[in-house]
């Protein structure tokens, strides 16, 4: 069984902060990419970043120059810092990691950590 444990969403006003950590734990056999998502109340569930096994990275483009993902395959971790925040950013921030197993595509999801950018 794989889990993972978000933390580091909060309340933070406009312009300000904040940084997000996920940790993967369990049986992850072939880690492909890591990333996070976020749903707003009333809104589908987004891709915010993406980051590969070999490092390459992607971003939405409301979050591009704002937000840097980063990660440590050898201990399943991922990372996003949000800069710059806006009330739209706020969201529950969802971490998503795509690994294979047997042969086969098997991705797992955290909780979700409460970001509110609010003054």
């Known amino acids: 069984q794989v889990q993972l444990v978000e933390s580091g969403g909060g309340l933070v006003q406009p312009g300000g902060s904040l940084r997000l950590s996920c940790a993967a734990s369990?049986?992850?056999?072939?880690?492909?990419?890591m990333g996070w998502y976020r749903q707003a109340p009333g809104k589908q569930r987004e891709l915010v970043a993406t980051?590969?096994?070999?490092?390459?990275?992607d971003y939405a483009a409301s979050v591009k120059g704002r937000f840097t993902i980063s990660g440590n395959n050898a201990e399943n971790t991922v990372y996003l810092q949000m800069n710059s925040l806006k009330p739209e950013d706020t969201a529950v921030y969802y971490c998503?990691?795509?690994?294979?197993?047997?042969?086969?595509?098997?991705?797992?999801w955290g909780q979700g950590t409460q970001v509110t950018v609010s003054s």
């Open positions: 998503k990691i795509s690994t294979t197993r047997w042969g086969y595509p098997a991705d797992y």
């Open positions: 369990g049986s992850i056999f072939s880690l492909n990419a």
């Open positions: 980051i590969t096994s070999g490092g390459s990275t």
